[in-house]
């Protein structure tokens, strides 16, 4: 796939060039057709990872995994990566949760914040 030759398309699957002002105002614009698709990241982390930014690249593939989960789910992510919100253990539940659900980077990310979190005294307490 070159770098400037790549068909754009919403998380619908819907090419973008299809998401026109008038397909819009006549509502026939859903909000997964302007959702960015996991393969635009994939597509973008190699292109990162081509030109030499390898944690742009792994940034990107998580962002990729992550499209599969509900945003209310992602917030929750978040709120339980904040210092002090999660037990380590529960950190590491929710990584084997994530796994689980074919995000491996991001699960992964999850356990070395536990891991961090756990040296640095910054987990809540079991």
Request: glycine share 4%; net charge negative.
């Amino acid at each position: 796939m070159s770098e400037r030759n790549v068909d754009a398309y919403g998380y619908s699957e819907r090419p973008l060039s299809e998401v026109t002002l008038d397909t819009v105002r006549r509502g026939e614009v859903s909000i997964d057709d302007v959702r960015i698709h996991p393969n635009t990241l994939r597509h973008q982390a190699s292109v990162a990872a081509a030109h030499g930014n390898p944690n742009l690249s792994e940034n990107l593939l998580r962002a990729a995994e992550l499209t599969s989960i509900p945003d209310e789910e992602v917030m929750g992510i978040y709120e339980a990566l904040r210092p002090y919100r999660s037990t380590a253990s529960n950190l590491f539940e929710l990584a084997d949760s994530l796994d689980s659900r074919g995000a491996p980077l991001v699960a992964e990310l999850v356990r070395e914040a536990s891991r961090t979190y756990q040296r640095r005294g910054l987990a809540k307490p079991e």
